[in-house]
């Protein structure tokens, strides 16, 4: 039986992507329209997972006043549905790629989660997360969730013995962390602010992230750009290098795309070094376009061929 999956973005948004050559601070730039797409982080890793052929289920947050196009993909890709709406609109991102590769973001605020609604949110999730077999949290928290509020809910889903594969950053990630979720992946910056200090090689990755392991995490995954990834298990500690990309269209997505690829391996049965070569290939793919998704499945195929594994310990 196909394993279900659940992704939960507690602040969806509403991707506006854009390229140009360099940003001009005080001037007029003007931008090359890449899109506009519902998103969110969860979302994300649920539309790669559908194009894989799994069944997902999407849940969270949404803006009452513009979820349109929201409900519209769902209805589209077949996500179940198990977003709470709630008063206000949900937020749009802005997202600039240059021409090396550079993302910069401008996240506006969307709407905030009285009380009310996060202790129902609470109730519901409990519930119906409990049929899952992973369950991926992603993103940052809307205004009225504080970082407290979210570990609390964490620790809840642990307890129930439910699968978290943890993808946040910020105080999110920090306070995600004390509940032990069973995968996360932060990246290279994001492992620096939670270590404290500056990490400036492999070794001192790997030797962080042994730090974040031993807190009762089993899978610590760190992606590094060019370096590619380090994933820490029980088993072994491994690195994958991707083969690089000739056609950077926008890296917005790919960190998600990564996160859809390990769950497809980890639900299907791979080794831990099949499930980080495929979700290199996966994360690989996505910057070559300017949408997240997989088109066709077939474009994977020369660029897993080309992801290099080391093992590192093991």
């Known amino acids: 039986m196909m394993a279900k999956v659940a992704t939960i973005t507690l602040n969806a948004a509403y991707d506006l992507v854009g390229r140009l050559k360099r940003i001009e601070l005080?001037?007029?730039?003007t931008v090359e329209t890449l899109g506009l797409f519902p998103a969110g982080k969860g979302i994300n890793?649920?539309?790669?997972?559908?194009?894989?052929?799994?069944?997902?289920?999407?849940?969270g947050f949404l803006g009452e006043d513009n979820q349109g196009d929201f409900v519209t993909l769902f209805d589209k890709l077949g996500l179940q549905d198990k977003f709470q709406r709630v008063p206000g609109r949900?937020?749009?991102?802005?997202?600039?790629?240059?021409?090396?590769a550079d993302v910069t973001d401008l996240n506006f605020l969307g709407y905030e989660i009285s009380e009310s609604a996060w202790q129902q949110f609470v109730a519901d999730s409990?519930?119906?997360?409990?049929?899952?077999?992973?369950?991926?949290?992603?993103?940052?928290?809307?205004?009225?969730?504080?970082?407290?509020?979210?570990?609390?809910?964490?620790?809840?889903?642990?307890?129930a013995g439910i699968k978290v594969v943890l993808d946040s950053s910020n105080a999110a990630l920090t306070a995600?962390?004390?509940?032990?979720?069973?995968?996360?992946?932060?990246?290279?910056r994001e492992l620096e602010a939670w270590v404290g200090y500056t990490l400036n090689s492999l070794e001192e990755i790997v030797s962080a992230a042994k730090k974040l392991k031993a807190q009762g995490i089993a899978n610590v995954i760190i992606s590094m750009?060019?370096?590619?990834?380090?994933?820490?298990?029980?088993?072994?500690?491994?690195?994958?290098?991707?083969?690089?990309?000739?056609?950077?269209?926008?890296?917005v997505g790919a960190g998600d795309s990564m996160v859809a690829g390990l769950i497809y391996g980890l639900i299907n049965g791979?080794?831990?070094?099949?499930?980080?070569?495929?979700a290199s290939a996966v994360s690989a793919f996505?910057?070559?376009?300017?949408?997240?998704?997989?088109?066709?499945?077939?474009?994977?195929?020369?660029?897993?061929?080309?992801?290099?594994i080391t093992v590192i310990e093991g």
């Open 45 to 59: 890793v649920a539309k790669v997972l559908k194009d894989l052929g799994v069944d997902v289920t999407v849940g």
């Open 286 to 308: 996505a910057v070559s376009q300017s949408n997240v998704g997989i088109s066709d499945r077939t474009l994977l195929e020369p660029i897993l061929n080309n992801v290099n």
């Open 90 to 100: 949900t937020r749009i991102n802005v997202k600039i790629t240059e021409t090396d």
């Open 225 to 251: 750009g060019a370096q590619g990834s380090v994933w820490l298990s029980d088993e072994a500690v491994i690195q994958a290098q991707p083969p690089k990309c000739k056609n950077v269209v926008s890296t």
């Open 26 to 29: 005080g001037e007029v730039n």
């Open 176 to 188: 995600g962390l004390s509940a032990q979720p069973w995968l996360v992946k932060p990246n290279h």
């Open 126 to 159: 409990l519930a119906y997360c409990k049929s899952f077999d992973i369950v991926a949290v992603c993103g940052s928290l809307p205004r009225g969730v504080t970082p407290d509020l979210f570990a609390d809910w964490l620790k809840q889903l642990h307890q």
């Open 270 to 278: 791979f080794s831990q070094q099949e499930t980080l070569a495929f």
